[in-house]
């Protein structure tokens, strides 16, 4: 049982780790087994609860992994797993944790978060946390492991402010050139100040950037990188240069919508700043916009998770290579994509044109010419020769200039080697070989998946579990072959490098490119000196394996479905080429990236072809490979019973029917009461006081001045203006005076006699009809004016009180009503506005 888990890959420790929770992390490997030569997790048990881990700094002399936590700094070695790691506490006092509580933060950020670890070269260690958002920082002695103290005994800190975050979780990014350190983090309480800047060193040297929303938008850090220039490549004398990348909202984008766009910025190693114009700021600040773009979807991936930093020539900068892991602000769903940029197209972009932010009207203004010498430029040998020895001594306009146009016009573009769907990696990081190079991927999810890229093509090699899955992966670092995989939680050493790590044919074939081949007689995968040759290489050696489904050869899927079933169809594609399928001719389906969505009917059985472009000897020379091969036929009886879909034909044809004799019933009951209402118009009044139709509100008040019921409020409440002043129609005047023929307890409402009035109308009735036309005069916020018996025009709200000549309180109950119906806010008229009234939003 030890020789198998110590022989197995460390997929199979990581699970025999869970199911053996008594024990310590990989102990019970490490005791069976070398742990030099293995595999090996370890998890909170081996640090005593000491979480929260952030921050890696490996001693590659020693191999000692310095690990930055919540409260302590710990020291692993990475060659003797077995030892048990030694552990500085460097907490917050209790009552800095109050008052850091008190200011509106929780207990569990007012703590102290080791954010950084950095060597100063002379045997020490610089260590900064967020001290409870406070950020202090101290200094480590390795030799003891001991944090420096003072006379009195505490420990000796300095402020961390412009160093190290105010958060735990807020992003930041730092490095170190030759002993200064050089960092972009928030430098305020709220972390709404950003800067990138020259930390320690000298005093008057330590500068940053201008605080304008031109130089830094919110921006998001991720990575830094420190490029020294090559003695013997570098014949100008030009100056080491800074790259910071991140990710910020774009100033010239002007839409609805904030726009994230990732960025490169650059400064000069030997920048101080200027004598009056950018005064202890950059004066050699610039930037650039990275473009990570699919051109044959059209889809740009714009948010920058992680950067890493490679050499393609050892001893070359020039040859430097930035692999950038990119996700999408507008994909619904998780996505990633890798973009590699070359340090050649940065520097090449940076000495382009500059773009110009100011704008007039709508229209971008022309950018003026750069002054002499260039803005942005790091001082060579040239610039020392005519005079500017020190960015203090140059001229204003030229610093003026650079203040105003950080920006370059450009952008560095590249187009993806990879591309991920429904994955979030966190992590990156880089192994090159001879032929390619291998992608490490750190997971949101505690997995490590390998992909190879080989020239335009990408394989992915291993999806591996490192840690549990509610842990994302947050560091890697790769050292003598292994690769230093960490989370929040845990910290594993996994092997990264060699042919020797693929433990099975078919993950060795996949390798092929890379000049991997299988050993059938020593059951291992090793490096092999011969060309891999033209073709497929994966399929021929997958072929060898005995295996039927290869990387463009896969088997065909038979899939048991049924009628009405709804289908997505998987094509994995991890480059970002075109892939379509072959399917029956229907209409019922719809590619979703490069899967298909598929809806069962009888017609859509059959084969389902997925074809992905692949990379030829050229870029313009693409193969096709075939990626999934699918068979959808019936399992038997679809759900429902129906064994046909003729059955629910005849369902829906049977609806149609009911739906078309509901509508002829529809049309014969209006055509009888049209001809119902029709007759009452001309048949004599009647005059009983218990007659039924004077009970009938739609019967009783139709005249032939009238329109019909139906239509009441929508003809009888029309208003029209004349000579700029509203007032009712003529519908409205007759309504009024025909109203008041009616029982004994009716009175008149006008002089006017009136004509064909219908009898039998309660004084119950006549108020309904008063208190509707009064709701229809307040809403069109209009009031009824008519002939007074005098001659002249009744004054607004003469007519509610001539209605209030009704007997029996009638009087009362519409003055209620009125009053109740005014308390609605949608019956009070608003405040008019002035002709031609502006106002500002």
């Known amino acids: 049982m030890f020789d198998l888990s110590c022989r197995t890959s460390w997929e199979l420790t990581f699970k025999l780790q869970r199911m053996m929770p008594t024990c310590e992390h990989d102990l019970f490997c490490m005791q069976a087994c070398d742990p030099g030569m293995r595999d090996i997790t370890l998890g909170p048990q081996m640090f005593k609860n000491v979480t929260d881990f952030s921050t890696f700094l490996l001693d590659r002399s020693s191999g000692v992994l310095y690990l930055g936590a919540k409260d302590a700094i710990l020291a692993v070695d990475t060659n003797n797993l077995n030892q048990q790691p030694r552990k500085i506490v460097w907490d917050v006092p209790e009552d800095k944790r109050k008052s850091c509580v008190a200011k509106g933060k929780t207990e569990v950020d007012c703590n102290n978060y080791i954010r950084l670890l950095e060597f100063l070269g002379d045997g020490r260690i610089y260590v900064c946390g967020t001290y409870a958002f406070d950020p202090h920082c101290a200094f480590l002695e390795q030799s003891s492991f001991t944090l420096e103290k003072t006379e009195d005994g505490g420990i000796k800190t300095e402020t961390g402010k412009g160093k190290c975050p105010f958060e735990p979780a807020q992003h930041y990014t730092a490095v170190m050139a030759s002993g200064i350190l050089y960092t972009a983090a928030t430098s305020n ?46 014949p100008t004398g030009d100056d080491d240069k800074i790259y910071f990348f991140f990710t910020e909202m774009a100033k010239e984008y002007e839409l609805y919508t904030k726009v994230k766009v990732p960025r490169v910025a650059r400064v000069c190693k030997s920048d101080v700043g200027g004598m009056k114009t950018l005064q202890r700021r950059w004066t050699t600040f610039l930037k650039a916009q990275l473009v990570c773009e699919d051109k044959s979807s059209d889809r740009r991936f714009n948010v920058l998770k992680d950067v890493f930093t490679v050499q ?154 490192v840690f549990p899955s509610n842990e994302a992966v947050n560091n890697i670092l790769l050292y003598q072959g292994w690769a230093l995989v960490g989370s929040p939680l845990s910290l594993a050493r996994i092997q990264a490098e060699g042919c020797a790590l693929f433990s099975s044919c078919t993950v060795c074939a996949r390798a092929r490119g890379l000049g991997c081949v299988w050993s059938n007689e020593e059951e291992a995968c090793s490096l092999s000196e011969k060309d891999p040759g033209p073709g497929d290489v994966v399929d021929a050696a997958l072929k060898k394996c005995g295996s039927l489904d290869g990387r463009c050869s896969p088997i065909i899927q038979e899939m048991r479905v049924s009628l009405g079933q709804r289908l997505l169809l998987p094509c994995v594609q991890l480059s970002p080429r075109p892939c379509s399928w072959q399917h029956p001719p229907h209409r019922l389906t719809r590619q979703h990236h490069t899967d298909l969505d598929v809806t069962v009917t009888e017609d859509s059985l059959g084969n389902y072809v997925c074809s992905c472009q692949e990379g030829g000897p050229s870029v313009r020379d693409p193969t096709t490979c075939l990626r999934a091969t699918y068979h959808l036929s019936l399992e038997g009886p679809t759900v429902g019973g129906s064994k046909s879909p003729a059955g629910s034909r005849h369902i829906i044809a049977v609806y149609i029917l009911f739906f078309f004799l509901g509508s002829l019933c529809a049309v014969i009951i209006m055509y009888f009461v049209n001809r119902r209402e029709k007759f009452g118009q001309h048949q004599a009044p009647d005059t009983s006081l218990s007659s039924d139709k004077g009970r009938d509100f739609t019967a009783s008040f139709v005249s032939p001045q009238s329109p019909s019921s139906t239509s009441l409020f929508s003809k009888v409440f029309q208003m029209e203006k004349q000579n700029g002043t509203t007032t009712s129609t003529t519908t409205t005047s007759t309504l009024l005076s025909n109203q008041g023929n009616g029982g004994p307890h009716s009175s008149s409402l006008s002089n006017s006699k009136p004509s064909n009035g219908i009898n039998g109308n309660s004084s119950s009735g006549e108020l309904k009809l008063a208190s509707e036309m009064l709701v229809g005069n307040v809403v069109g916020r209009r009031t009824v004016e008519r002939a007074s018996p005098g001659g002249g025009e009744m004054e607004s709200g003469e007519g509610y009180g001539m209605v209030g000549g009704l007997g029996d309180g009638s009087n009362e109950g519409l003055k209620g009503l009125e009053e109740e119906l005014a308390s609605f806010p949608m019956f009070r008229s608003s405040a008019p506005l002035a002709p031609c009234e502006e106002s500002s939003i």
Request: hydrophobic share 35%; glycine share 8%; net charge negative.
């Open 189 to 234: 309480f709220l972390g709404t100040l950003f800067d990138i800047s020259r930390a320690t060193g000298p005093e008057q040297e330590r500068i940053r950037t201008e605080r304008s929303i031109n130089w830094l938008n919110d921006p998001e850090f991720v990575s830094s990188a420190f490029i020294e220039a090559s003695a013997d490549a570098n």
């Open 312 to 465: 393609h020539s050892a001893g070359d900068p020039s040859s430097t290579h930035f692999y950038g892991l990119f996700s999408s602000q507008w994909e619904p769903e998780d996505v990633s994509a890798v973009c590699i940029f070359s340090l050649t197209d940065i520097n090449k972009v940076m000495d382009g044109s500059f773009k110009e932010l100011k704008k007039n009207c709508d229209n971008w203004m022309n950018p003026e010419p750069p002054p002499t010498p260039r803005p942005g430029q790091c001082l060579n040998s040239a610039l020392k020769a005519e005079g500017f020895e020190s960015s203090l001594k140059l001229p204003d306009k030229v610093l003026t200039f650079v203040r105003d146009h950080p920006l370059m016009e450009n952008s560095v573009t590249a187009a993806p080697v990879l591309v991920r769907r429904g994955i979030g990696y966190t992590k990156l990081a880089v192994t090159l070989t001879g032929r390619g190079a291998v992608l490490h991927l750190g997971t949101d999810r505690g997995e490590i998946h390998k992909v190879a890229v080989v020239g335009q093509n990408t394989t992915l090699l291993q999806e591996s579990p």
